[in-house]
T-cell receptor, first 114, second 111 residues
Framework: DAGVTQSPTHLIKTRGQHVTLRCSPI?????VSWYQQVLGQGPQFIFQ???????GRGNFPDRFSARQFPNYSSELNVNALLLGDSALYLC?????????????FGSGTRLTVV | KQEVTQIPAALSVPEGENLVLNCSFT??????LQWFRQDPGKGLTSLLL?????REQTSGRLNASLDKSSGRSTLYIAASQPGDSATYLC??????????FGAGTTVTVRA
C-alpha cells in the first residue's frame, strides 16, 4: 500500500509568488494535517482537515490556506511568499481525527524562497 | 500551550552503546505520545506510539516509557549501530488532536 505522498518534492519560488503543495493520504485515512519544519527546529502545526472540514489551525498568517477534497487529498496554499516561508512542509494522515493509531507522515516538500 | 523539550540536543556515542533520549512536556492532559526518526532532509518515520493510558511500548531494540503525571518520556535504543544515526523527535498529541514537537535529539553513532 502506498504511504502518504506529497508533491512536488522540491520547489524554488521568488518572494511574493504563490505556491500550492499537494498531499495524498493513506487509503482509508480521512484526516490530513500540515506541518512546517524550519531547519533545526521541530515541525509546527499549520492545519488539520477531517472529513473535508477544517478542524484546527495553528498560529500562521492568513497567507496560509488549505482545503481537503472529496477523495481526502489536500492542498496547502501559501500566498505572497516571504523568505521566512522557506522550510520543509510535511503532510500527515490518520484514520480518524483523534489519531488513536498515530500519524503517518509523508516525505515532505522542500520549499526555498529566494 | 503545550511545550515539548528534548534533552540532549545532540549525542555522540560509540557503536554498541545504549542510547537514552529524554522528552518532557508541560501539559499532562495528553492523548498520546509518538516518537519519530528523521534522516537529514527527509520526512518523519514513526518509531513508537504510546497511548496516554500506557506506561511503555517496545519494538525490537527500541523501548519508550511514559510518565504522564510528571510530563516525561524516555526513548531507549539498545546496542546502537551506525544506522541509528539520525534526529529523533518526540511529539505529544493533545486533546485538540494536533501534535506538538520537540526540537529533536541528533544522534551520531561512531563505528
Amino acid at each position: 500500500d502506498a504511504g502518504v505522498t506529497q508533491s512536488p518534492t522540491h520547489l524554488i519560488k521568488t518572494r511574493g509568488q504563490h505556491v500550492t503543495l499537494r498531499c495524498s493520504p493513506i487509503s482509508g485515512h480521512k484526516s490530513v494535517s500540515w506541518y512546517q519544519q524550519v531547519l533545526g527546529q521541530g515541525p509546527q502545526f499549520i492545519f488539520q482537515y477531517y472529513e473535508k472540514e477544517e478542524r484546527g489551525r495553528g498560529n500562521f498568517p492568513d497567507r496560509f490556506s488549505a482545503r481537503q477534497f472529496p477523495n481526502y487529498s489536500s492542498e496547502l496554499n501559501v500566498n505572497a511568499l516571504l523568505l521566512g516561508d522557506s522550510a520543509l512542509y510535511l503532510c500527515a494522515s490518520s484514520s480518524t481525527q483523534g489519531a488513536a493509531g498515530g500519524y503517518t507522515f509523508g516525505s515532505g516538500t522542500r520549499l526555498t524562497v529566494v | 500551550k503545550q511545550e515539548v523539550t528534548q534533552i540532549p540536543a545532540a549525542l555522540s556515542v560509540p557503536e554498541g552503546e545504549n542510547l537514552v533520549l529524554n522528552c518532557s512536556f508541560t501539559d499532562s492532559a495528553i492523548y498520546n505520545l509518538q516518537w519519530f526518526r528523521q534522516d537529514p532532509g527527509k520526512g518523519l518515520t514513526s518509531l513508537l506510539l504510546i497511548q496516554s493510558s500506557q506506561r511503555e511500548q517496545t519494538s525490537g531494540r527500541l523501548n519508550a516509557s511514559l510518565d504522564k503525571s510528571s510530563g516525561r518520556s524516555t526513548l531507549y535504543i539498545a546496542a546502537s549501530q551506525p544506522g541509528d544515526s539520525a534526529t529523533y523527535l518526540c511529539a505529544v498529541q493533545s486533546n485538540d488532536y494536533k501534535l506538538s514537537f520537540g526540537a529533536g535529539t541528533t544522534v551520531t553513532v561512531r563505528a
